[in-house]
């Protein structure tokens, strides 16, 4: 129980210390974003120290596409055809990612967005962290630049 009202009061702090984000801020979502941790409602936290997949991020004009890049061990990159398309909303003070795929539609909160950082919360309260992977370059075909 101790262990939960910790969470939540850190979870808490770390909400109310964040800045609101600007229209202008959007711009940052664009990239390559590496998963670090994710957080469950109930505090549980699990962090990602190797991730053998990055999502690249295309944005303009409130919509976008999310693709996953593999890393590979011999330093090449495969870029996968999937793409994961998106809308940003805004209500509020608060904007949202509305996803969609062929199969399920679904939102998450942008809670930090900064062109290092990007904070998201699901519709079940899960958060998720990723920091900009600035070390990828690639052209349209996937190969590294």
Sequence with gaps: MKKA??????TFITLSCTKSIKDSDL???KGYWE??????PEGTSKEYKINE????????????????VI???????????????FSVEKRKDSYFIMNKTDFSNWEEEIL?????KL??????GIEYYYKK?????????????
Excluded: M
């Excluded at 009202?5 to 850190?10: A, H, K, T």
């Excluded at 904070?119 to 079940?124: D, R």
């Design 53 to 68: 997949e990055v999502e690249k991020v295309e944005y303009n004009n409130g919509k976008g596409v999310k693709r996953k």
């Design 27 to 29: 711009e940052n979502i």
């Design 112 to 116: 930090t967005l900064s062109p290092e």
């Design 119 to 124: 904070i998201v919360k699901n519709e079940e």
């Design 71 to 85: 890393l590979l061990y011999n330093g090449n990159f495969l870029v996968n055809n999937i793409k994961q398309q």
């Design 5 to 10: 009202i910790f969470y939540i009061l850190i």
């Design 35 to 40: 998963i670090e941790k994710v957080i469950l």
């Design 133 to 145: 992977r600035n070390d990828i370059k690639l052209e349209d075909n996937g190969k590294k630049n």
